[in-house]
Nanobody
Framework: VQLVESGGGLVQAGGSLRLSCAVS????????IAWFRQTPGKEREGVAC????????EYADSVKGRFTVSSDNAKKTVTLQMNNLRPEDTAVYYC?????????????????????WGQGTQVTVSS
């Protein structure tokens, strides 16, 4: 099982980045995929979660209206489109996979539910 993120980088505030998470080694439809981010000294926080049992998508309040997550089952890729980036979005971004399909936001954001993690990709937003 492998998750590999790509697409991070340096961007000015107000700019956009697109992160991709390529997954392999498991049946894509049986998992939920989420994006998390982490800055030094802080807990890892959920950003977006796709694959819930009701097919709805969860977003953190801080990114609603700016970030969009989507999946391509054929390519086994989950994409996080980030627009109108802010300096506070600076973090290492991780994609993660949990077995099964979460039924709630709480299940989406619970770190212990995630079985597999990517290595992370750095996003830096300058002011």
């Amino acid at each position: 099982v492998q998750l590999v993120e790509s697409g991070g980088g340096l961007v000015q505030a107000g700019g956009s980045l697109r992160l991709s998470c390529a997954v392999s080694g498991f049946t894509f439809d049986d998992y939920a995929i989420a994006w998390f981010r982490q800055t030094p000294g802080k807990e890892r926080e959920g950003v977006a979660c796709i694959g819930k049992i009701d097919d709805s998508i969860e977003y953190a309040d801080s990114v609603k209206g700016r970030f969009t997550v989507s999946s391509d089952n054929a390519k086994k890729t989950v994409t996080l489109q980030m627009n109108n980036l802010r300096p506070e979005d600076t973090a290492v971004y991780y994609c993660a996979a949990q077995v099964g399909r979460p039924a709630s936001a709480a299940q989406c954001w619970s770190l212990r539910r995630y079985d597999y993690w990517g290595q992370g990709t750095q996003v830096t937003v300058s002011s």
